[in-house]
DNA sequence: TGTAAAAAATACTAAGCAGTATCTTTATGA
DNA sequence: TCATAAAGATACTGCTTAGTATTTTTTACA
């Protein structure tokens, strides 16, 4: 890699964890700046301003991550009500970079960002619909495979499995931990057993 | 109600809805001024600092809310199953506060302060956890009544109910409208159905 | 009505912010 | 190897921020 590509890259991983856990608006750049050790003329060199390095975040590091932890598992032929499940329980209590008090970076910037800035909700409506739209399908993929009820509308469970995940995640941030994840996941389990 | 008291309101309600509307940190004492006509030396006599009012917003302003909007209508000892779909139905939908682009007013607060404001989490902890001991409660009372079957654990549903809730709002800050909350509300009808 | 305290107005400070202008260093290819 | 552009460094600008200091007005009540 040249060098400049990897001043570039680091500059958007770091900032990704600033930004994840401090949240987009105040994570300043000179923030950015002292973490990377990157001064300011290079960082105006590779993003014309704040925003665009924000998008940058959101299609170069943000949808890739989302697309191995969140998406691959989905690919899967098995029972998609067990996958689903394994994953939520993987994300919630396994993954190594997500911390309960910091939520999810998705739903963070979701929550910060979308209500005032269009390139920011276009980007993470693509995100989300792409999540969407592997869930409905691994769903759709287990009623013609035996595993889910016919009369399970795979676009309600979605909805409902995506916005308690993301619920949780902020539930989470109060009470720090498992007393939230744990029971949160044992009714996930049951509320799914109940679509077979 | 002396004219001090009511300066004091009109500060924390304009306040309340600026912070509803853009965040915590990004709606400025400057813009609170500029919308409430007050000024500065009025603003700091009410308040130490900026965190004071954002924690007086809390009780004085968004707990009570929450109560009359989220708790009171548990209190009712018809099926819990139905009051609380008819809850959520009613935030989601005819609470003419409550807007889809701008959330949930206390999800975003937790979203934006609880990692790094212990005050902060402390009192919507507190909040958090009314909630959640109402509709245990009446989880509960449910089942001695006869519409919640016996092995339903309550903690767990309200779980579900609540993380589901405050995702569903996140959510439909994408694609705002009811596009989202509709199948949603037919997916936790469903849930609810189950559990009797 | 006079006076003391409550309440509010005004002007300011010091720090932080995104972004720019200008200069220096490093890489690249003829 | 040398000219040219890419990449990075430094110093600055203009603006916004939370909070303070000081003064003025309003209120309450003896």
Redesign the pocket.
């Known amino acids: 890699m040249?060098?400049?590509?990897?001043?570039?890259l680091t500059i958007l991983q770091k900032a990704f964890e600033l930004i994840y856990v401090k949240g987009y608006?105040?994570?300043?750049?000179?923030?950015i700046l002292a973490t990377t050790?990157?001064?300011?003329?290079?960082?105006?060199?590779?993003f014309?301003?704040?925003?665009e390095m924000g998008l940058a975040i959101i299609s170069e590091i943000l949808k890739p991550t989302m697309e191995i932890a969140f998406i691959s598992p989905l690919q899967s032929l098995e029972n998609p009500l067990v996958v689903i499940y394994d994953m939520m329980h993987h994300l919630l209590l396994e993954n190594p970079f997500l911390k309960p008090e910091f939520g999810c970076p998705a739903s963070n910037l979701i929550q910060e960002m979308t209500p005032w800035n269009t390139d920011f909700n276009n980007a993470l409506n693509e995100l989300t619909h792409q999540w969407e739209e592997h869930l409905i399908e691994s769903l759709e993929r287990g009623k013609q495979s035996g595993f889910v009820r016919k009369d399970v509308n795979a676009r309600q469970v979605t909805l409902m499995v995506m916005s308690s995940y993301w619920g949780i995640r902020n539930l989470g941030k109060l009470d720090l931990g498992n007393d939230t994840y744990l029971p949160y996941l044992k009714e996930l389990k049951s509320y799914l057993n109940s679509l077979h």
Not at 2 to 8: G, H, P
Not at 37 to 46: L, S
Not at 48 to 51: L, Y
């Open positions: 040249k060098k400049s590509e990897a001043t570039r608006q105040t994570t300043s750049i000179d923030d050790q990157v001064t300011k003329g290079a960082f105006y060199y590779h014309k301003n704040k925003d």
